[in-house]
């Protein structure tokens, strides 16, 4: 039998308080690593929900609250822009392009987004990725278009009728079912906020609360054949945000600050990648606070096992004797005693790893409901082998207090079995 | 020196933080093969001695030789070894560790030691082998081998003890008032079993004990008070 599977029958048959020490390590582990794991995933989740985007526009407000609103639909907007301000700016000198969105409504519980045609022609994701259809096509006047995710959430594909309701909240008592939409197309899943959401045009939008409700809608044919030719006539009064595409990305700075002081309406302009980065830097403190809060979780267990370590030496003298007699150096006590710590924290820390993975399937579904951005669940980083080692390694250090008693106690006590 | 298997010159041990020694011995021999008690009250110097002798505290002054080695000379982890090698070692009670199987604890002593290991491979047997023929003719019941040894009754677990300390045939088996927590039945089925076991490998046994009724199972009883001088000036 080796020295380490004495240890181990050692702390076996001290099952209860080995257990509690394996779980209070593996409870700190999984923190440390969980606080690394869902930072990292975050960030490159977020980082990838939108490109090639140069500017997001919106009404007067806080950077990252615009930029959470337009691309993750979290929050809402605090006002509105008007489509003549918007008109402005899209026919402005250097823009490519611009994608008008109109928040507000949701499908049960999930956004929903008014905008036109172009919002499939411009939007990209990830690295430059245009958006796909799975089936169907984008929306005409009285179609919509939905996310992967919605469509396997509510069962829905193309064909069905979808009916909108007021607010944002799963459960709305204002419905527009006097407006009900046929799906026209079902987006490829993006792993984004793009999943999550409905797309209907900016005109159906207007007209379920009661815009242009007057007019006669006539037949499909027409609000179809004439869609582009009421450019002088707005579809909506007015929109939440509008998406820019210049044509030299150089610019983007020139005309942010143009918008941002532009003096028929109080605008804020944005470019995504400053704004996800000053995101980055409001949670990173909060990141940092987590680390080392888990650093003391971890600190905790193992003055946890060092506690348990140290009271099982009063009650193992005997044990201790009994391998002294049969030959046992106080060398040999000292490793038994770093052996089972050892082996105390390894358990601890697979323990960890398991809860961690557990976890993260658990609530993988949950984040990308809550935020659209999908946790891909990997093997363990580099960064994270590293966290192990600093637990391993604190783990031994711990461990040297009472193998070092243990020393000390054989080296007096020797062959008498102190009580 | 060689003839002996203890000898003791001028052998003085005081501890840590006292001013006087508490053992101080002229002389002592122990011949191989002879089996003796060693008898003292408590105070005496007798666990001070056995500490010396089994090699846990080092030889301060004098010297100390067993089977013709002096300990003086050794290491710590010499010592150590020397004892895993020659010498079995018994106590009063709580030999056994719970948590390993009776023949688990026995096999320990095997594992611990080179030396136990080669001279079973020169007899021919193997570790269990032996474990469980020691088991056998101490009269542990092959059922009882493979229980934790926290199952086993007192008078069971020092005879456990006994074969722990007597595979691979170690020369001395010093026994620290190992049935002083037995009845008289079981005392004696003990002692014969021990006395037969010594026999077979021409052990020397030091058995510590207040008893004075066995004192006819051994070839000489040694009053440590008579030969410890510090106890002399104590009680005289």
Not at chain 1, 245 to 266: D, H, K, M, V, W
Not at chain 2, 134 to 152: D, V
Request: proline share 4%; with cysteine.
């Amino acid at each position: 039998m080796s020295l380490f599977k004495l240890a181990l029958a050692s702390l076996l048959s001290r099952k209860s308080n080995a257990l509690l020490t394996i779980f209070a390590i593996a409870i700190s582990v999984t923190l440390l690593l969980g606080v690394e794991r869902v930072s990292q995933e975050t960030r490159s989740g977020f980082a990838n929900t939108i490109s090639g985007t140069d500017l997001i526009v919106g009404a007067r407000s806080g950077s990252v609250n615009l930029l959470l609103y337009s691309v993750f639909h979290i929050g809402n907007p605090t006002n509105n822009i008007s489509w003549q301000t918007y008109q402005h700016w899209d026919q402005s000198r250097h823009i490519a392009w611009t994608v008008p969105i109109a928040l507000g409504d949701s499908v049960r519980g999930f956004p929903v987004v008014g905008t036109d045609q172009r919002y499939f022609e411009h939007f990209r994701y990830g690295r430059q990725q245009p958006l796909q259809f799975a089936a169907g096509q984008p929306f005409h006047i009285g179609d919509a278009v939905i996310g992967a995710e919605v469509a396997r959430r509510l069962g829905l594909s193309t064909g069905d009728d979808l009916v909108v309701a007021h607010g944002t909240g799963s459960v709305s008592f204002h419905e527009h079912d006097d407006h009900p939409l046929v799906i026209s197309g079902v987006l490829e899943r993006t792993g984004t906020p793009v999943d999550q959401a409905v797309y209907v045009h900016l005109r159906d939008l207007d007209m379920m609360h009661g815009g242009h409700a007057h007019e006669p809608e006539g037949d499909a044919e027409h609000a179809h054949d004439h869609d582009h030719e009421h450019a002088d006539m707005p579809p909506i009064p007015g929109i939440s945000a509008f998406l820019v595409g210049l044509e030299s990305r150089p610019r983007a700075i020139f005309l942010q600050r143009e918008l941002n002081t532009y003096r028929a309406e109080p605008l804020t302009a944005i470019m995504p990648g400053t704004t996800l980065q000053e995101l980055w830097r409001t949670l990173s403190g909060f990141e940092r606070a987590l680390t080392v809060v888990s650093a003391f979780v971890l600190l905790t267990g193992l003055i946890g096992m060092l506690t348990t370590l140290l009271a099982s030496l009063r009650e193992r003298r005997r044990e201790m004797a009994v391998l002294r007699s049969i030959g046992a150096g106080p060398r040999r006590i000292f490793a038994l005693l770093i052996s089972e710590a050892i082996a105390l924290t390894i358990a601890g820390m697979l323990l960890g790893v398991a809860l961690l993975y557990g976890l993260m399937f658990a609530l993988a579904p949950w984040i990308q409901q809550a935020f659209g951005v999908v946790v891909s669940i990997g093997g363990l980083t580099t960064p994270e082998f590293a966290r192990l080692g600093v637990v391993l390694v604190a783990g031994f250090l711990i461990s040297l207090i009472p193998a070092w008693r243990a020393y000390r106690n054989s080296l007096t006590d020797g062959l008498s079995m102190r009580i | 020196m060689t003839d002996f298997s203890v000898s003791v010159r001028d052998l003085a041990y005081t501890w840590r933080g006292q001013s006087k020694p508490t053992l101080n011995i002229d002389t002592l021999t122990i011949q191989h093969g002879e089996r003796i008690i060693l008898r003292g009250p408590s105070g005496s110097g007798k666990s001070t001695l056995l500490s010396l002798l089994a090699g846990v505290h080092d030889v301060q002054d004098g010297e100390l030789h067993v089977l013709g080695k002096s300990l003086k000379t050794m290491s710590q982890s010499q010592r150590d070894r020397y004892r895993a090698d020659h010498m079995g070692y018994i106590f009063q009670q709580f030999n056994l560790l719970p948590f390993l199987t009776v023949q688990q604890n026995v096999l320990l002593a095997v594992e611990f030691s080179r030396a136990r290991r080669e001279r079973l491979e020169k007899a021919g047997v193997n570790a269990s082998q032996e474990s469980e023929r020691l088991l056998t003719s101490l009269g542990i019941h092959n059922q009882l081998w493979h229980k934790p040894a926290s199952e086993l009754s007192v008078g069971q677990q020092q005879r456990v003890a006994a074969a722990r300390a007597l595979i691979g045939a170690p020369e001395i088996l010093i026994a620290d008032e190992p049935t002083s927590a037995l009845d008289a039945d079981a005392r004696d089925n003990f002692l014969a079993l021990l006395k037969e076991e010594c026999g077979r490998h021409n052990i020397t046994l030091i058995f510590v004990t207040h008893d004075a009724s066995l004192a006819s199972h051994f070839d000489r009883i040694i009053e440590l008070q008579s030969i410890n001088k510090v106890a002399l000036e104590v009680h005289s």
